[in-house]
């Protein structure tokens, strides 16, 4: 699953996806820097407006139709990619609500000696990327609603977590975003893992692993007389 994410280089993320769609979209003032995003933050997402991309705030977590009027309704971060498209909450997303969700890295956890050590998982070289969502209109006392597409791990995910984000590089992201259904080979294409080499992993500091902390410290090098060492898939 990916429950956490890092936003701190907003007007990074939403250049590459700018250049990418070959459209300019500008950092709204509300975008803030955030270094640890968890569920129900509001975060931009780039998803299609009168048929144009467009940044929009939007909550993480879908909230499954039948439950809107519930008091205490699951929220949705993940939605598995194998599965998302015959899921019913999921599938209209996937149909026609495939969004872009603009990120400079994601957090997963690995147990070792009783104690879960956080590892900031970014592309080679820290560049932005975005991760592959879907969204729901507002409605019933709530929000524009988003999640994020899971997929298997690659080699170095997988060290860490059975799952991993599905990542939009530059040349997926145009092919993703849309409001129209993608063909079943071309959906498939487009939520495989991305190649391991592609992609860099460091542990950082447990800061983060509390979801009411925020700020670099987030992405500080891991305390301790043993911490987590890095990741090596080669």
């Given at each position: 699953?990916?429950?956490?994410?890092?936003?701190?280089?907003?007007?990074?993320?939403?250049?590459?996806?700018?250049?990418?769609?070959?459209?300019?979209?500008?950092?709204?003032?509300?975008?803030?820097?955030?270094?640890?995003?968890?569920?129900?933050?509001?975060?931009?997402?780039?998803?299609?407006?009168?048929?144009?991309?467009?940044?929009?705030?939007?909550?993480?977590?879908?909230?499954?139709?039948?439950?809107?009027?519930?008091?205490n309704p699951r929220?949705?971060?993940?939605?598995?990619?194998?599965?998302?498209?015959?899921?019913?909450?999921?599938?209209?997303?996937?149909?026609?609500?495939?969004?872009?969700?603009?990120?400079?890295?994601?957090?997963?956890?690995?147990?070792?000696?009783?104690?879960?050590?956080?590892?900031l998982f970014t592309?080679?070289?820290?560049?932005?990327?975005?991760?592959?969502?879907?969204?729901?209109?507002?409605?019933?006392?709530?929000?524009?609603?988003?999640?994020?597409?899971?997929?298997?791990?690659?080699?170095?995910?997988?060290?860490?977590?059975?799952?991993?984000?599905?990542?939009?590089?530059?040349?997926?992201?145009?092919?993703?975003?849309?409001?129209?259904?993608?063909?079943?080979?071309?959906?498939?294409?487009?939520?495989?893992?991305?190649?391991?080499?592609?992609?860099?992993?460091?542990?950082?500091?447990?800061?983060?692993?509390?979801?009411?902390?925020?700020?670099?410290?987030?992405?500080?090098?891991?305390?301790?007389?043993?911490?987590?060492?890095?990741?090596?898939?080669?």
């Amino acid at each position: 699953m990916c429950v956490r994410y890092t936003l701190h280089k907003t007007d990074a993320a939403l250049g590459a996806i700018s250049k990418a769609l070959g459209v300019l979209l500008g950092t709204p003032d509300w975008a803030v820097p955030r270094f640890n995003v968890s569920l129900t933050s509001t975060m931009p997402v780039v998803a299609l407006a009168g048929g144009a991309p467009a940044v929009r705030p939007m909550r993480w977590g879908l909230v499954p139709e039948r439950e809107r009027a519930s008091p205490n309704p699951r929220l949705l971060a993940n939605a598995r990619a194998e599965t998302a498209a015959r899921m019913p909450a999921f599938r209209k997303g996937v149909a026609a609500r495939r969004c872009l969700v603009p990120a400079n890295g994601f957090y997963e956890w690995k147990e070792k000696g009783g104690v879960k050590w956080p590892h900031l998982f970014t592309l080679a070289g820290e560049e932005p990327f975005a991760f592959a969502g879907i969204w729901d209109p507002a409605g019933e006392g709530l929000p524009e609603t988003y999640c994020i597409l899971t997929t298997d791990p690659n080699e170095l995910v997988a060290q860490v977590h059975t799952r991993m984000p599905v990542i939009m590089l530059p040349e997926t992201m145009p092919r993703w975003l849309g409001d129209r259904p993608l063909e079943e080979d071309e959906l498939k294409r487009l939520v495989r893992p991305i190649d391991a080499a592609r992609m860099a992993s460091r542990p950082v500091s447990r800061f983060v692993s509390n979801s009411r902390n925020e700020g670099p410290e987030c992405l500080a090098p891991p305390a301790g007389l043993n911490p987590e060492p890095e990741l090596d898939f080669g």
